[in-house]
T-cell receptor
Framework: GQNIDQPTEMTATEGAIVQINCTYQ??????LFWYQQHAGEAPTFLSY??LDGLEEKGRFSSFLSRSKGYSYLLLKELQMKDSASYLC??????????WGAGTKLIIKP | IAGITQAPTSQILAAGRRMTLRCTQD?????MYWYRQDLGLGLRLIHY???????GKGEVPDGYSVSRANTDDFPLTLASAVPSQTSVYFC??????????????FGPGTRLTVL
């Protein structure tokens, strides 16, 4: 079966670093996406990984290990506006996205 | 540039009524998608269209139908709404027509309540 697992909720402090993990199991693999979703809003694209390794984009980085079926999103220098849900999604062999339930990140001052 | 628009923003509907959710994109993207998002669950694909004139079933298609008469519009119809269809519905689009990995861009969503 197809399955995406990520923690339901995480709490971090403003200015700190947080790592959100995601494990995936899908029929075929065409890359791993991370999206950000603020409460009551649409998901917005953050990153895409298809090769093993770390992709850095400003304060946000995303890592992929295909052999382990594992990815993480790293957020540095946390700001209050980073309080949101972070959605992990794996693209399967039909180029369809299989979504995790999302990780709600709470930032405390 | 508006991107993707959805209408209505929210709706309360009596069970058994017919309802069409509208989705329009101005990016000339080939592929469009309808998802539902429920608390504690990931986004679930209802129907998709890789290009105008074609549609396909996603993970949870029962009770829903779609059409893709042109590139820009992708309406979702609930023929006879039931309370379990209470959800937030997101329309999305991507440039590729299902043959390559591509980023999906989302509309603002429609919050639907079926009583």
């Amino acid at each position: 079966g197809q399955n995406i697992d990520q923690p339901t909720e995480m709490t971090a402090t403003e200015g700190a670093i947080v790592q959100i993990n995601c494990t995936y199991q899908t029929s075929g693999f065409n890359g791993l996406f991370w999206y950000q979703q603020h409460a009551g809003e649409a998901p917005t694209f953050l990153s895409y990984n298809v090769l093993d390794g770390l992709e850095e984009k400003g304060r946000f980085s995303s890592f992929l290990s295909r052999s382990k079926g594992y990815s993480y999103l790293l957020l540095k220098e946390l700001q209050m506006k980073d309080s949101a849900s972070y959605l992990c999604a794996s693209m399967d062999s039909n180029y369809q996205l299989i979504w995790g339930a999302g990780t709600k990140l709470i930032i405390k001052p | 540039i508006a991107g993707i628009t959805q209408a209505p923003t929210s709706q309360i509907l009596a069970a058994g009524r017919r309802m069409t959710l509208r989705c329009t994109q101005d990016m000339r993207h080939n592929a469009m998608y309808w998802y539902r998002q429920d608390l504690g669950l990931g986004l679930r694909l209802i129907h998709y269209s890789n290009t105008a004139g074609t549609t396909g079933k996603g993970e949870v298609p029962d009770g829903y139908s779609v059409s893709r008469a042109n590139t820009d519009d992708f309406p979702l119809t609930l023929a006879s709404a039931v309370p379990s269809q209470t959800s937030v519905y997101f329309c999305a689009s991507s440039d590729s027509g299902g043959g390559a990995p591509d980023t999906q861009y989302f509309g603002p969503g429609t919050r639907l309540t079926v009583l």
